[in-house]
Protein backbone atom coordinates (compact mmCIF):
# COMPACT_ATOMS: atom_id res chain seq x y z
CA UNK A 1 0.00 0.00 0.00
CA UNK A 2 1.27 3.54 -0.46
CA UNK A 3 1.69 5.58 2.67
CA UNK A 4 0.90 8.71 1.10
CA UNK A 5 -2.73 8.20 0.23
CA UNK A 6 -2.74 7.69 4.18
CA UNK A 7 -1.08 11.41 5.13
CA UNK A 8 -3.35 12.83 1.81
CA UNK A 9 -6.69 10.96 3.81
CA UNK A 10 -5.22 12.34 7.04
CA UNK A 11 -4.69 15.88 6.37
CA UNK A 12 -7.87 15.90 4.72
CA UNK A 13 -9.35 14.33 8.48
CA UNK A 14 -7.38 17.41 9.84
CA UNK A 15 -8.14 20.03 7.64
CA UNK A 16 -7.88 23.91 9.31
CA UNK A 17 -5.57 22.20 11.71
CA UNK A 18 -2.01 22.67 10.37
CA UNK A 19 -0.68 22.30 14.14
CA UNK A 20 -1.77 18.49 14.32
CA UNK A 21 -0.85 17.78 10.43
CA UNK A 22 2.56 19.36 11.09
CA UNK A 23 3.08 17.29 14.47
CA UNK A 24 2.00 13.72 12.68
CA UNK A 25 4.16 14.58 10.19
CA UNK A 26 7.00 14.98 12.35
CA UNK A 27 6.26 12.28 14.19
CA UNK A 28 5.92 9.97 11.17
CA UNK A 29 9.50 11.16 9.72
CA UNK A 30 11.16 10.36 13.27
CA UNK A 31 9.08 6.86 13.47
CA UNK A 32 10.11 6.30 9.78
CA UNK A 33 13.76 6.93 10.42
CA UNK A 34 13.97 5.18 13.92
CA UNK A 35 12.65 2.38 12.38
CA UNK A 36 15.27 2.59 9.39
CA UNK A 37 18.05 2.70 11.32
CA UNK A 38 16.93 -0.14 13.88
CA UNK A 39 16.63 -2.52 10.78
CA UNK A 40 13.61 -3.75 11.75
CA UNK A 41 11.37 -6.02 9.34
CA UNK A 42 9.49 -4.37 6.22
CA UNK A 43 5.91 -5.15 7.65
CA UNK A 44 6.83 -3.99 11.04
CA UNK A 45 8.04 -0.91 9.55
CA UNK A 46 4.70 -0.70 7.46
CA UNK A 47 2.88 -0.65 10.50
CA UNK A 48 4.74 2.06 12.94
CA UNK A 49 4.71 4.29 10.06
CA UNK A 50 0.94 4.08 9.47
CA UNK A 51 0.62 4.22 13.14
CA UNK A 52 2.90 7.45 13.20
CA UNK A 53 0.68 9.41 10.73
CA UNK A 54 -2.57 8.32 12.78
CA UNK A 55 -1.68 8.19 15.77
CA UNK A 56 -3.36 11.25 17.06
CA UNK A 57 -6.32 10.50 14.78
CA UNK A 58 -8.49 10.56 17.89
CA UNK A 59 -7.62 14.21 18.87
CA UNK A 60 -11.04 15.85 17.85
CA UNK A 61 -12.99 13.36 18.88
CA UNK A 62 -11.37 13.87 22.70
CA UNK A 63 -11.84 17.28 22.58
CA UNK A 64 -15.37 17.83 21.51
CA UNK A 65 -16.36 14.59 24.16
CA UNK A 66 -14.25 15.03 26.97
CA UNK A 67 -12.99 18.80 26.71
CA UNK A 68 -9.43 17.54 26.68
CA UNK A 69 -6.69 16.34 24.59
CA UNK A 70 -5.29 14.08 27.25
CA UNK A 71 -3.67 10.51 26.51
CA UNK A 72 -6.10 8.30 27.47
CA UNK A 73 -8.93 10.34 25.65
CA UNK A 74 -6.80 10.09 22.45
CA UNK A 75 -6.09 6.45 22.89
CA UNK A 76 -10.13 5.26 23.62
CA UNK A 77 -11.12 8.06 20.46
CA UNK A 78 -8.67 6.85 17.87
CA UNK A 79 -8.98 3.46 16.89
CA UNK A 80 -12.41 3.35 15.58
CA UNK A 81 -11.86 6.17 13.01
CA UNK A 82 -8.64 5.03 12.22
CA UNK A 83 -10.32 1.61 11.39
CA UNK A 84 -12.85 3.19 8.79
CA UNK A 85 -10.04 4.92 7.21
CA UNK A 86 -7.49 1.81 6.78
CA UNK A 87 -10.62 -0.34 5.61
CA UNK A 88 -11.52 2.50 2.99
CA UNK A 89 -7.55 2.27 1.63
CA UNK A 90 -8.42 -1.25 1.64
CA UNK A 91 -5.89 -2.67 4.47
CA UNK A 92 -5.73 -6.15 5.86
CA UNK A 93 -7.65 -7.00 8.97
CA UNK A 94 -3.90 -8.04 10.78
CA UNK A 95 -2.53 -4.46 9.66
CA UNK A 96 -5.69 -2.46 11.02
CA UNK A 97 -6.04 -4.41 14.29
CA UNK A 98 -2.31 -3.96 14.85
CA UNK A 99 -2.48 -0.42 13.90
CA UNK A 100 -5.49 0.31 16.23
CA UNK A 101 -3.91 -1.49 19.29
CA UNK A 102 -0.78 1.37 18.97
CA UNK A 103 -3.20 4.03 18.55
CA UNK A 104 -4.98 2.92 21.50
CA UNK A 105 -1.73 1.95 23.43
CA UNK A 106 0.28 5.46 22.56
CA UNK A 107 0.71 7.01 25.48
CA UNK A 108 0.67 4.00 27.44
CA UNK A 109 4.61 3.13 28.83
CA UNK A 110 4.01 0.00 30.21
CA UNK A 111 3.74 -3.52 28.97
CA UNK A 112 5.71 -2.31 25.29
CA UNK A 113 5.20 -5.82 23.03
CA UNK A 114 6.96 -4.91 19.77
CA UNK A 115 9.64 -2.47 18.14
CA UNK A 116 6.64 -0.37 16.30
CA UNK A 117 5.00 0.47 19.79
CA UNK A 118 8.66 1.53 21.54
CA UNK A 119 9.61 3.68 18.39
CA UNK A 120 5.93 4.99 18.45
CA UNK A 121 6.49 5.92 21.70
CA UNK A 122 9.90 7.28 21.33
CA UNK A 123 9.01 9.36 18.12
CA UNK A 124 6.31 10.93 19.53
CA UNK A 125 7.94 12.24 22.07
CA UNK A 126 10.35 13.91 20.50
CA UNK A 127 8.20 15.79 18.45
CA UNK A 128 6.23 16.82 21.91
CA UNK A 129 9.29 17.27 24.08
CA UNK A 130 10.10 20.41 21.58
CA UNK A 131 6.19 21.18 21.01
CA UNK A 132 5.07 20.97 24.62
CA UNK A 133 8.97 22.03 25.86
CA UNK A 134 9.65 19.50 28.26
CA UNK A 135 12.14 20.66 31.21
CA UNK A 136 15.32 18.74 31.25
CA UNK A 137 14.49 16.91 34.21
CA UNK A 138 11.49 15.67 32.23
CA UNK A 139 13.47 14.68 28.95
CA UNK A 140 16.24 13.03 31.42
CA UNK A 141 13.50 11.44 33.15
CA UNK A 142 11.68 9.98 29.94
CA UNK A 143 15.20 9.06 28.47
CA UNK A 144 15.42 6.87 31.28
CA UNK A 145 12.53 5.25 31.88
CA UNK A 146 11.01 4.70 28.64
CA UNK A 147 13.61 5.17 25.43
CA UNK A 148 15.16 1.71 24.24
CA UNK A 149 16.77 2.16 20.84
CA UNK A 150 20.06 3.14 20.53
CA UNK A 151 18.79 5.21 17.68
CA UNK A 152 15.98 7.27 19.56
CA UNK A 153 18.12 7.81 22.34
CA UNK A 154 20.90 9.27 20.03
CA UNK A 155 18.40 11.98 18.35
CA UNK A 156 17.31 12.35 21.80
CA UNK A 157 21.01 13.11 22.64
CA UNK A 158 21.61 15.29 19.73
CA UNK A 159 18.45 17.50 19.94
CA UNK A 160 19.02 18.47 23.81
CA UNK A 161 22.52 18.22 23.91
CA UNK A 162 22.51 15.73 26.83
CA UNK A 163 25.54 13.31 27.51
CA UNK A 164 24.91 9.52 26.80
CA UNK A 165 23.12 7.74 29.26
Known sequence: MNLDSIVMEMITFDKGDAKRIQHFMKVHAFAALIGREEKIPSDVQETLEIAAILHDIGIHAA???YHSTAGV???KEGPLPAK???KKIGYSSPVIERVCYLIGHHHTYQNVDGMDYQILLESDFLVN?????V???GIL???QNVFRTKTGIHLLNQFYGLASA
Not at 129 to 133: G, I, Q, Y
Open 84 to 86: HLL
Open 129 to 133: AFEDK
Open 63 to 65: EEK
Open 73 to 75: YQE
Open 141 to 143: AFR
Open 135 to 137: SQN
